[in-house]
């Protein structure tokens, strides 16, 4: 893509260090005569503020680490100390923990930006690939640095993690005590977290630099999707695009500041202000924002598929929504780059954004909190007076004893019960019991969830309870439509997104016409005529 | 003198085609040895491992009251149970049971002896995602309440309603003397 180099050593030093070691000819290539596409908007500055970003993580997280004791007993103690003692220190905490918040959210507009305009297809399959590995280990960092501080949440979120690996088939339980190092989460755990929590920003800091190079290998994509096809196409890298970038990430860093000095916690779990306590679990575990929607994928299924069980299927997918975008270049097979030239897939884009923000909120949510208004209702039969007669059920053996009991029932009933019932008390004998006489009497209770509705059959069976010894309810639950069914739905979209719609709209889609002044380039021309 | 003359590749194959299959096999048998030292470092420590047990004294635990030790580690929970507990757990024995076991083979002993009905020691951490439930007297099944995810555990901590799929799992322990426990 840049073709020769234009580069020309202006002084003595540069052109005897150009001959031995020619950094400031790759630099001067790379930053400066660089030719990018005259039509990128200002969805494409995000690369310069993620750099920045990871730069600040990088930065600050040294110098945390020059405070910070990864032990059990002082971790917490640490991070509190760091905020309150070591000078700057109330500057630097926030800064790292904030700019974690910050990395995500430069991210995935990166990466929507790529999905939206086809960045992914070829030639930049490998771009697009080292991207997703920056991702990933972007993930994993995030999540070893948010144990560190030995909160609450820090402990849970690594307990429930490391419990998701346990549920791998055969090799899970020792993954799981490899990791920990240990039976649970305790020192052993949290001095390994620290440890390659220094060491992967480093590593993404290298991948970076292979993204880079196929970046400048391929060439950048642009808002039309199509190739550039002469000089004329582009313009250098500086000033124009070091310029818009500098202004879209003062931008963001003014975003940065005001979370930063006025609202540090705003993105964090307030419990993780409690230290660390192996022997009380907290309310909620929830993890940090960003995370979120990965959360709601991994709790979405509540179900068992085949031999597959809900654990582990929830964790298949969890770790199949990342890797489904490792190979989202041969999934979708549409030959054409931009989703602004294709209609359908633009619409279906906008709906999968919208699904990454629901799933998102779903993994902040309990599943079990009901979204659509449901009654619950129940109805209770009762005898008011008559009396009780008992029977005792034996049986054979423990699989006879269902039939010796409705046996028993059917007895009670041809002698004119009014209401039987059977308890077991052992592996052959029970007892059957009948209420005869009595005037039978009914009432019907219901309540907007199914706690309610138990509560409201208590207080209705101790209003009756002076006259009545037994009850029959009868509950009648209605279909609920949960956090849980909303994930579900979300996640079917998601997956459907990939693996469905993409690969079959690239082939039934008619995509726009793309305007004759892009197809040709005119500006090429006029500036040959001119 | 003689000259020379290329080695002959009848069938393809010749002494140079075995050393290195031989060269490339030593370095992948020690590259895999190099490795192993530094992928094993990360399991359990001796002095980890050494911490296995946990004695309990029972004396302090009233009847009806529970503690929650730490074993490996992980909370044990070590409950005295009243005779109602009791015969709770033992009438539910026959009740629809997610994860089916009497109560009777959750409270034997590590070395196969009979337990007493009147000390349950289970592990702590619910079998859904590891979150430590809370004894919640009057509760439906009478036992322990997940607050994550809404499990609910009988008075022999066995999975009554919720996500999770397992019963709490005993804890593996001897009685040393009539009023201690080894855990472990």
Redo the contacts between chains.
């Keep these: 893509m840049s073709g020769p180099s234009t580069y020309e050593p202006k002084s003595g030093f540069t052109r005897w260090l150009d001959k031995r070691l020619p950094i400031l000819r790759l630099s001067h290539d790379s930053f400066v005569a660089y030719p990018t596409p005259r039509n990128l908007n200002y969805w494409w500055t995000f690369g310069s503020m993620l750099s920045l970003c990871l730069v600040v993580q990088i930065v600050s997280g040294v110098v945390l680490a020059m405070h910070y004791i990864p032990h059990i007993d002082f971790a917490f103690d640490s991070v509190q100390r760091i905020k309150r003692d070591v000078p700057y220190g109330w500057l630097i905490q926030p800064m790292h923990a904030v700019g974690a918040s910050m990395f995500f959210l430069a991210v995935y507009v990166h990466m929507f930006r790529g999905l939206y305009y086809g960045s992914y297809k070829a030639p930049r399959e490998v771009l697009w690939i080292l991207g997703c590995l920056i991702y990933a280990l972007m993930v994993v960092t995030a999540f070893l640095g948010y144990s560190l501080p030995w909160g609450q949440m820090s402990f849970w979120a690594a307990t429930v993690i490391t419990n998701i690996l346990g549920a791998l088939p055969f090799v899970g339980e020792s993954i799981q005590v490899w990791i920990r190092g240990g039976g649970a989460i305790d020192q052993a755990t949290l001095n390994r977290f620290f440890s390659l929590h220094y060491l992967l920003p480093f590593v993404i800091a290298g991948v970076v630099a292979l993204h880079i190079w196929a970046l400048h290998e391929v060439g950048q994509n642009n808002p039309t999707g199509v190739e550039v096809k002469s000089k004329a196409d582009t313009v250098p890298f500086t000033p124009h695009a070091t310029i818009k970038d500098l202004f879209a990430t003062s931008l963001f860093v003014i975003l940065f500041a005001v979370f930063m000095f006025y609202m540090p916690d705003a993105l964090g779990h307030a419990d993780n202000y409690i230290r660390a306590n192996p022997l009380q679990t907290p309310p909620e575990i929830v993890p940090e924002w960003y995370l979120l929607p990965f959360y709601a994928v991994l709790r979405a299924f509540d179900f068992n598929i085949g031999p597959i069980d809900s654990k582990l299927a929830g964790v298949i997918a969890m770790f199949a929504s990342i890797g489904v975008l490792f190979v989202l270049p041969w999934l979708d097979t549409s030959k054409v780059r931009s989703m602004r030239y294709r209609p359908i897939a633009q619409q279906c884009f906008v709906i999968f954004v919208a699904v990454c923000i629901g799933l998102g909120f779903c993994g902040g949510q309990n599943p079990g909190r009901i979204l659509a208004p449901a009654t619950f209702s129940a109805t209770l039969n009762w005898v008011e007076g008559g009396e009780v007669r008992q029977e005792p059920v034996s049986a054979d053996s423990d699989a006879g004893y269902a039939e010796a009991a409705s046996a028993a029932e059917q007895a009670l009933r041809g002698q004119g019960a009014a209401l039987v019932a059977s308890s077991r008390t052992g592996e052959t004998t029970g007892a059957a019991r009948g209420v005869f006489g009595g005037t039978a009497r009914s009432q019907s209770v219901s309540a907007g969830t199914m706690e309610e509705l138990d509560a409201a059959i208590g207080e209705a069976k101790t209003a009756a309870a002076a006259s009545a010894p037994y009850f029959i309810v009868e509950r009648r639950v209605p279909f609920t439509f949960t956090v849980t069914r909303l994930s579900q739905l979300l996640t079917a979209y998601y997956f459907l997104f990939f693996l469905v719609i993409l690969p079959v709209l690239g082939l039934i889609e008619t995509p726009r016409r793309v305007p004759d002044t892009i197809a040709k380039p005119v500006t090429g021309q006029a500036a040959g005529a001119s | 003198m003689a000259e020379a003359k290329p080695i002959a590749h009848e069938g393809g194959e010749d002494r140079r085609d075995f050393i290195f299959i031989a060269a490339g096999a030593a370095a992948a048998v020690g590259v895999g040895a190099t490795a192993w030292p530094f992928i094993d470092q ?4 001796a002095d ?1 491992r050494a911490l296995s047990t946990t004695e309990v004294d029972l004396t302090a635990i009233e009847l009806g009251q529970q503690i ?1 030790v ?1 074993w ?4 044990v929970f070590v409950r005295h149970r009243t005779a109602n507990e009791i015969a709770t757990a033992q ?1 539910d024995d ?2 629809t049971l997610k994860d089916p076991q009497k109560d009777a083979e959750r409270i034997v002993q590590d070395d196969g002896q009979p337990g007493r009905a009147e000390w349950l020691i289970l592990q702590a951490n619910c079998t ?5 439930p809370t004894f919640v007297e009057g509760s ?1 099944f009478g036992g322990w309440f ?5 499990s609910d555990y009988d008075t022999s901590g066995r999975i009554r309603r919720g ?1 999770a ?1 397992a019963n709490l799992p005993p804890a593996p322990y001897v009685f040393l003397t009539d009023t201690s426990v080894r855990i472990g």
């Design positions: 990360m399991n359990p420590a980890t929650k730490m490996q580690g992980k909370p009438r026959y009740a859904h995602l590891g979150c430590v439906s997940c607050p994550c995810h809404g996500p799929p």
